[in-house]
């Protein structure tokens, strides 16, 4: 009787907790690392520019040999599948999708010097989690309506991910303003607000950056809205060299 109960008890267990199963798009033995792309979502969801992200981070991971592992549920943020993660990577992500073991987990994670990129509405995600938006590098404010052209400014093209880059450039995306700016990022690029309605930071708009905290690296652009996006040029350099930056020491600033 006592082995029946065994037998019920697990797959109660098994019930309430799924398994937390991550999946490589494009392992291989010839890879150096790993990166870990959670897509969950619990406000807006970007379904094409997810989509084109996985596909295009995929194409990254194989052109830089990195193993490229995917979930849609953050539950797969446990300490056995972070084992061998360089980076966690949050393709927009949003609203509070972390229980606190997660966010326990993903603070160790971050500890031990590994690195994170958000995406933009990375930005738009686990508002109450403090750690998490000072990890990013601030949380999303607003936007003015649908999509846009606006020019922005390189102001710092000696990082990896920024060296291809024309000092002004123009790109079309739904432009975030920002609250909780973390005065220890490194700006990249700079949104030119006189080229587009709705901005509210005035002269100095960041719009990518990157920062080391708690002993990690940490990579984010608040481009990324449309799935266009994830097939220009400039944008693929701009993210290859952020996942690089966050991922390598060789990197570092
Ligand atoms: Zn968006």
Known sequence: ???????????????????????????????????????????????????????????????????????????VITAKNLKNINTIIFLNTTSDILN???????????SKGRGFVGIHSAADTEYKWSWYGELVGAYFKSHPPGTSFATINTINTSHISTKHLESTWEIRDEWYNYYNINSNI??????????????????????????EYKGGKSFYTGLGHLAKTYSDERFIKLLTGGILYVSLPEYDE
């Open 1 to 75: 009787m006592i082995y029946n109960y065994s037998i019920i008890f697990y797959i109660f267990i098994s019930f309430l907790f799924p398994a937390q199963e991550i999946e490589c798009l494009n392992c291989s033995d010839q890879n150096t690392f790993s990166v870990l792309v959670i897509t969950e979502t619990k406000g807006y969801v970007h379904r094409s520019a997810i989509k084109a992200g996985i596909e295009l981070i995929k194409i990254i991971g194989t052109d830089n040999n990195f193993n490229v592992f995917h979930s849609s549920n953050s539950n």
């Open 100 to 110: 606190i073991t997660e966010q326990k987990t993903m603070e160790e994670f971050i």
């Open 186 to 211: 490194t700006v990249l690029l700079n949104l030119d607000e006189t080229t587009y309605f709705g901005g509210k930071h005035g002269k100095n708009h960041p719009i990518t950056w990157f920062h």
